[in-house]
Nanobody
Framework: QVQLVESGGGLVQAGGSLRLSCAASGRAFNNYGMGWFRQAPGKEREFVAAIKWSGGLTNYADSVKGRFTVSRDNAKNAVYLQMNSLKPEDTAVYYC????????????????WGQGTQVTVSS
């Protein structure tokens, strides 16, 4: 069992930056691939970024590539999403998720989800 708690969301102007954190509790965190997803009002949940359990591989949605960076610290059971050059279309609830021994962009493949943190980007 893994519990995930996101933090770091808030209101920021376009062009600004935010850093989201996801704290994980439970065992064997370093065996989980971690992902970030987001859901805007009236839209489906979409993939943002993923990082392999070792941290050696990352994957990004085209819409955030070059602006967002995913990282993890297995010693702290934490994963991060650094978001730069934010745009109004980045406004959404952001979720972190854990997938046992998988490095994947598919939301249905993740085993555990956090409760989400709101990111609002004003124009």
């Amino acid at each position: 069992q893994v519990q995930l708690v996101e933090s770091g969301g808030g209101l920021v102007q376009a062009g600004g930056s935010l850093r989201l954190s996801c704290a994980a509790s439970g065992r064997a965190f370093n065996n989980y691939g971690m992902g970030w997803f987001r859901q805007a009002p009236g839209k489906e949940r979409e993939f943002v970024a993923a990082i392999k359990w070792s941290g050696g591989l990352t994957n990004y949605a085209d819409s955030v590539k070059g602006r967002f960076t995913v990282s993890r610290d297995n010693a702290k059971n934490a994963v991060y999403l650094q978001m730069n050059s934010l745009k109004p279309e980045d406004t959404a609830v952001y979720y972190c998720a854990a997938a046992w021994a998988r490095f994947t962009a598919g939301a249905h493949t993740y085993d555990y989800w956090g409760q989400g943190t709101q990111v609002t980007v004003s124009s």
